[in-house]
């Protein structure tokens, strides 16, 4: 069974277009994340949604909009696609765990390819 | 000046070979460290977390260092299969619970 998921894998699209990524977790996970991967690889933190609750809202530009109908799943929603906006982008969830304990594992989902033409 | 930071590599070994990566992070707050694996056009996957008295896992050895804010990984006999891009991953604030990522440093195993 898969933990975290992700629809679609692959996209593309016309700039100017507004297009939605899916991301459902059945671990039953209170917080969910969304990441972006950029061209240099590097992965940076763009939200976290704790129970249904915006946490985290990085220095992203307000075309990206995050919906959480439920604690299972994160959707991320793209308004007005630029080309800077080609990434991979990747959902992921955690469970609290106890201060002072190890820190908690965050579980990825596959990744969507986003490619804006 | 980078929150995590690493050395992007490659680290081009044989098989067999002991390789260490280190890592270097900025903020002094940092309250959990981890190596994660990330496999070409994967998902990022833990391989593990690391403790301040440094840790073991098989082949893999952690070690931190709290005072100068840095962390290593070794990898003892290589396997073609450890090829991949490490990465370093901290997270800086429990209140928030985002990982802050290195950029990553990758690793080829050659037969």
């Known amino acids: 069974d898969t933990a975290v998921s992700q629809t679609p894998k692959y996209l593309v699209t016309q700039m100017g277009n507004d297009k939605s990524i899916k991301c459902e977790q059945n671990l039953g996970h209170d917080t969910m994340y969304w990441y972006k991967q950029d061209s240099k690889k590097f992965l940076k933190i763009m939200f976290s949604?704790?129970?249904?609750?915006?946490?985290i809202n990085e220095t992203v530009p307000n075309r990206f909009s995050p919906k959480s109908p439920d604690k299972a799943h994160l959707n991320l929603h793209i308004n007005s696609l630029e080309l800077g906006d080609s990434a991979v982008y990747f959902c992921a969830s955690s469970q609290l765990r106890l201060a002072g304990g190890p820190g908690e594992t965050q579980y990825f989902g596959p990744g969507t390819r986003l490619l804006v033409l | 000046r980078k929150e995590v930071e690493q050395d992007p590599g490659p680290f081009n070994v044989p098989e067999g070979a002991t390789v260490a990566f280190n890592c270097t992070y900025s903020n002094s707050a940092s309250q959990s460290f981890f190596w994660y694996r990330q496999d070409c056009r994967k998902e990022p996957k833990l391989l593990m977390s690391v403790y301040s008295s440094g840790n073991e896992d098989g082949r893999f050895t952690a070690q931190l260092n709290r005072a100068s804010q840095y962390i290593s990984l070794l990898i003892r006999d290589s396997k073609l299969s450890d090829s991949a891009t490490y990465l370093c991953?901290?997270?800086?604030?429990?209140?928030?619970?985002?990982?802050?990522f290195g950029s990553g440093t990758r690793l080829q195993v050659q037969p």
């Open positions: 991953v901290v997270n800086g604030d429990t209140g928030r619970r985002a990982l802050t």
């Open positions: 949604y704790n129970n249904k609750e915006l946490i």
